[in-house]
């Protein structure tokens, strides 16, 4: 459910009640953080309580519309902005990433939005055009997988092309964030996804028990594992979205020696 309230200079901010008791709520205000600090347009998400109901508090952006999902009528500025946007996407463990998840602002760039899912399979996701949680719901596929996808099957429009190098500002920008400043970012929605046992949980529990060789670990020592792992993640970007580029045959010499 959503509520609108009316803002100052006649803005409309969406309210987002959490059934996880804020958790969610953090978990999307960080990544939207994460989006905005690595270069990436995002829109501004705050953990409120209103009405006695915990969620998220962000800005409507009016005269917007959802990317129009066919391939062929993507341009290349829209497929370099969805590159771009899947190292963000999996930095922060959102695959939600559909079409509808992102607007077409009016001056034609292209925002993600709706970051609720972030985080939600840490630990258990994998980078690559195959895993799509979500499918089993009958939700569709992220916009990069189906970039990729038009690009082997040859429907994207004449002349546009997958530019893997097109990621490589986002992935500096985020190897930029100190690991202190990044977890401090994320220590909210650490916290409160341990102490309310949200769908991350079990993996870094069992990541936890093995760094602390006991049964049954602290929320705190959950938490910090969901940390640890957040900040290896970031640091593997690059390494990372060289084999997820060669692994899809769309690296080259070039490509190679910029992704180190």
Known sequence: KKVFFSGPEASTWMFKPDKAQGARAHAEAAASELLGRAGLPAVP??????????????????????????????????????????????????HDGKPDNVLRTVGGGLVPIDQGQAFKFFGSDHLGTTYHPNGAYGVGRPVYHQAYAAAKGGTLAKGVRIRPEAALPVISAFEAIPD???????????????????????????????????????????????????????????ADFAGFFAAEGLSNEALAAQMG
């Open 45 to 94: 998400v705050y953990t409120r309580t209103i009405g006695g109901q915990k969620g998220s508090l962000q800005p409507f952006i009016s005269g917007t519309g959802p990317l129009d999902p066919a391939v062929h009528s993507w341009s290349q500025a829209d497929v370099d902005a969805i590159l771009r946007y899947h190292v963000g996407a999996w930095a922060v463990g959102d």
């Open 180 to 238: 202190a400043q990044y977890r401090s970012i994320l220590a909210g929605t650490a916290h409160e996804g341990a102490r309310h046992k949200v769908s991350w949980y079990p993996a870094m529990r069992a990541r936890a028990a093995k760094a602390h060789s006991v049964l049954s670990p602290t929320d705190a020592q959950v938490a910090e594992a969901f940390l640890d792992h957040a900040c290896e993640r970031k640091n593997r970007l690059r």
